[in-house]
């Protein structure tokens, strides 16, 4: 739209905009944390530990993680819920066949 017709809209594009920039740092914290999932299923493998010990390590962590978020800003939307279910696939996978 021209000014002449009023002001112009610019939410559709600084939406668009803000999706993407959200969209491209959730999938780099994603693989940043799919990485380190699996250095720490190699390393806690290779010092002997179970994989059920592994899962409830990390179920424990993400539940500290969450923890401090919701301490932090309130956020308190119950998403670690998802993401421990991630978590643990991740370390199967990496545990059994990586």
Not at 8 to 24: F, S, W
Not at 45 to 71: F, H, M, Y
């Amino acid at each position: 739209m021209s000014p002449a017709n009023g002001p112009t809209n610019l939410l559709p594009d600084e939406l668009d905009r803000a999706l993407r920039r959200a969209t491209g740092s959730t999938l780099t914290a994603l693989t940043s944390l799919r990485k380190a999932v699996r250095q720490h299923v190699h390393t806690e493998r290779s010092r002997g530990t179970t994989l059920p010990e592994i899962e409830t390590d990390l179920r424990a962590l993400v539940a500290r993680a969450q923890k401090g978020l919701s301490q932090s800003d309130g956020d308190g939307d119950g998403h670690h819920d998802a993401l421990t279910v991630q978590v643990v696939k991740w370390s199967e996978g990496f545990y059994n066949g990586d």
